[in-house]
């Protein structure tokens, strides 16, 4: 599955947070009190995609999505 660049920006950012704190990242924040804020394409096609389940603020990571994410950190991992 090709992903647009918006939509790998959310899985990148997941992980970053996966690969800093060594825990599994399943939640990922769509919106915060900062002013930071997910792509609305990138979180509507990983939706549309079965990969997110968004709720507001928040959303949270689908089997399908955390195999992604893993896919993404391979990917990383492999371009060293």
């Known amino acids: 599955m090709a992903l647009s ?12 947070h996966q690969l800093s704190s060594g825990m599994i990242v399943r939640d990922v924040v769509l919106e915060d009190d ?24 928040r959303g949270t990571l689908t089997d399908e999505g955390e195999t992604m994410l ?5 990917a990383i991992k492999g371009a060293g």
């Open 34 to 57: 900062a002013g930071h804020k997910a792509e609305p394409e990138g979180v509507k096609e990983l939706s549309d995609a079965g990969l997110l389940e968004a709720n507001g603020k």
């Open 5 to 16: 660049d918006k939509a790998l920006s959310i899985l990148t950012f997941a992980a970053y």
């Open 70 to 74: 893993e896919k993404v950190i391979a």
